[in-house]
Every structure is written in structure tokens, then in C-alpha cells.
């Protein structure tokens, strides 16, 4: 049973998604402090100011907290715009060195050449 579970643990996969989650909590830390520090006090306290609200999680309407909602839909809109980004990033920089390292090798005889030159030999002897 050890043995299975260390197998288990082991495997590529599962270090691969425990690096994956890693990376995403400290990004997501990266993108709160983005938010948070860089995009709320740029463009959205102005908009704030102007409704009278400290903090966007402070707007409400009718007794509906709609700010809470509102700074989740702004955190996923720049979570995904980064996302595309890096993956378009990254798709474009494989893309690159695929070309890089494709070395055309000189065609090989065909079948049919194959079978003629077998031909040819046979006709001989």
C-alpha cells in the first residue's frame, strides 16, 4: 500500500499539478496586488469618489452588495486578459523554435523506386 502510494505521488503528473496550483496561488497574489494597488486607485476611485463609496465592496442598492460581485467580475477580467496574453505568449514562442529546429532531411527513395532498383537487381543475376 506505501509502495502504491509512493508511486502515486511520484508520478509526473501529480507534481506537475502541484507546481500548477503553486504558481496559480502566487499569481493570483501578483493580480490581487495589480488590482488592489495599481488599477483601483488609477481608475476606480475616481468612480468611487463620485458614488460616495470607500471601497468597491461598500457599494450597495437597495440592501444588494453588488461591489463585492463587481471587484470579482474586475479580478476575473484581468485574470483572463493576463492568461491570454501568456498563453498567446507562449504558443508564439513554441512556434518559433519549432521552425528553429525542424531540419528537413532529404526525401528517401519512393516504393516505387525501391521495388525498380529491386527489380533491376534481380534482372541481373
Given at each position: 500500500?506505501?509502495?502504491d502510494l509512493?508511486?502515486?505521488?511520484?508520478?509526473?503528473?501529480v507534481i506537475d499539478?502541484?507546481?500548477?496550483v503553486i504558481i496559480?496561488n502566487a499569481f493570483?497574489a501578483?493580480?490581487?496586488?495589480?488590482?488592489?494597488?495599481?488599477i483601483?486607485?488609477?481608475f476606480?476611485?475616481p468612480a468611487?469618489?463620485a458614488?460616495?463609496?470607500?471601497q468597491i465592496a461598500?457599494?450597495?442598492?437597495?440592501g444588494?452588495?453588488y461591489?463585492?460581485?463587481l471587484?470579482?467580475?474586475?479580478?476575473?477580467?484581468v485574470?483572463?486578459?493576463?492568461l491570454?496574453?501568456?498563453v498567446?505568449?507562449?504558443?508564439?514562442?513554441q512556434?518559433?523554435?519549432?521552425?528553429?529546429d525542424?531540419v528537413?532531411?532529404p526525401?528517401?527513395?519512393?516504393?516505387?523506386?525501391?521495388?525498380?532498383e529491386i527489380k533491376a537487381?534481380l534482372?541481373?543475376?
Amino acid at each position: 500500500m506505501l509502495k502504491d502510494l509512493k508511486e502515486f505521488l511520484l508520478r509526473g503528473n501529480v507534481i506537475d499539478l502541484a507546481v500548477g496550483v503553486i504558481i496559480a496561488n502566487a499569481f493570483g497574489a501578483i493580480v490581487k496586488s495589480l488590482i488592489g494597488d495599481v488599477i483601483t486607485p488609477l481608475f476606480l476611485n475616481p468612480a468611487l469618489k463620485a458614488a460616495g463609496v470607500n471601497q468597491i465592496a461598500g457599494l450597495k442598492w437597495n440592501g444588494i452588495a453588488y461591489g463585492s460581485f463587481l471587484s470579482a467580475v474586475i479580478n476575473f477580467l484581468v485574470i483572463g486578459t493576463v492568461l491570454f496574453f501568456i498563453v498567446k505568449s507562449a504558443e508564439k514562442a513554441q512556434s518559433l523554435t519549432k521552425k528553429d529546429d525542424t531540419v528537413e532531411e532529404p526525401a528517401g527513395p519512393t516504393e516505387l523506386e525501391v521495388l525498380q532498383e529491386i527489380k533491376a537487381l534481380l534482372e541481373k543475376k
